[in-house]
T-cell receptor, first 120, second 113 residues
Framework: GAVVSQHPSWVICKSGTSVKIECRSLDFQATTMFWYRQFPKQSLMLMATSNEGSKATYEQGVEKDKFLINHASLTLSTLTVTSAHPEDSSFYIC????????????????FGPGTRLTVL | AQKVTQAQTEISVVEKEDVTLDCVYETRDTTYYLFWYKQPPSGELVFLIRRNSFDEQNEISGRYSWNFQKSTSSFNFTITASQVVDSAVYFCALSGTGNQFYFGTGTSLTVIP
C-alpha cells in the first residue's frame, strides 16, 4: 500500500514549451502533496506544498507563475513548468501525506519515483 | 530552524567492510521524526527507517542498524558487511511540526567489489 506514481518518468522538451507532471496517490487519499526538485549530485529541495482544493504554498525563491501547481482531487496533483528553459532541467519528485479515517498522517510522506526533465 | 547535516559527502569502502553514515540534526520541536532514505542511480527514494523523537532505542534490520542519540542530536546509520548493491546516495531527513521534510545533502556510498 501507499504507492505514489508520477507521469511521465522522463521528458525532453524544447526551450519555451510547457511541461506537465502528474503525481498520483494510487491506493490512498492525500490532502497534502509536496513537490521537490533535485539537481544532479544535490539534495532534494522543497518547491511547494500542495493542498487539495486550495492554492499551493511556495518556498522562498520558487516562482509560482513558472511552476503552476494544481491539486484538484485527493489523489492527484500536477506541476506545470511553464516556458521551460535549460536551467529548469532537473529531477522532480513528489510526495504525499496519507489521509485515512478522516485524519492526515503527518510526518509520513510517501515519495513518487520522480520525473527527469531535460529542456533543450 | 530545522536543519540536517551529513558531513560525509562521499565514502568508499571495500565489500564486506562495515560503514557508518553520520547524520546530525537541529530542531526546536519537541516532537519530531527522523528518516533515512536510499537513492540508487534510478533516482527513486527508498524508505529505510522512520523514528520519532521519543524512541531512542537503537534499531537493527538485517545488515542495517541505526543509532539515535538525542544528547548529541545524531541519528547515524551503519551498514554491516557492505555489498555492492548498497552503493547509492543516502539521505537523512527530519520532519517536525508542519510536516515538511528537511533533507541533508546526502552521502554517496560506493562499495568496491
Amino acid at each position: 500500500g501507499a504507492v505514489v506514481s508520477q507521469h511521465p518518468s522522463w521528458v525532453i522538451c524544447k526551450s519555451g514549451t510547457s511541461v506537465k507532471i502528474e503525481c498520483r496517490s494510487l491506493d490512498f487519499q492525500a490532502t497534502t502533496m509536496f513537490w521537490y526538485r533535485q539537481f544532479p549530485k544535490q539534495s532534494l529541495m522543497l518547491m511547494a506544498t500542495s493542498n487539495e482544493g486550495s492554492k499551493a504554498t511556495y518556498e522562498q525563491g520558487v516562482e509560482k507563475d513558472k511552476f503552476l501547481i494544481n491539486h484538484a482531487s485527493l489523489t492527484l496533483s500536477t506541476l506545470t513548468v511553464t516556458s521551460a528553459h535549460p536551467e529548469d532541467s532537473s529531477f522532480y519528485i513528489c510526495s504525499a501525506n496519507r489521509l485515512a479515517g478522516g485524519r492526515t498522517f503527518d510526518n509520513e510522506q510517501f515519495f513518487g519515483p520522480g520525473t527527469r526533465l531535460t529542456v533543450l | 530552524a530545522q536543519k540536517v547535516t551529513q558531513a560525509q559527502t562521499e565514502i568508499s569502502v571495500v565489500e564486506k567492510e562495515d560503514v557508518t553514515l553520520d547524520c546530525v540534526y537541529e530542531t526546536r520541536d519537541t516532537t519530531y521524526y527522523l528518516f533515512w532514505y536510499k537513492q540508487p542511480p534510478s533516482g527513486e527514494l527508498v524508505f529505510l527507517i522512520r523514528r520519532n523523537s521519543f524512541d531512542e532505542q537503537n534499531e537493527i534490520s538485517g545488515r542495517y542498524s541505526w543509532n539515535f542519540q538525542k544528547s548529541t542530536s545524531s541519528f547515524n546509520f551503519t551498514i554491516t558487511a557492505s555489498q555492492v548493491v548498497d552503493s547509492a546516495v543516502y539521505f537523512c531527513a527530519l520532519s517536525g511540526t508542519g510536516n515538511q521534510f528537511y533533507f541533508g545533502t546526502g552521502t554517496s556510498l560506493t562499495v568496491i567489489p
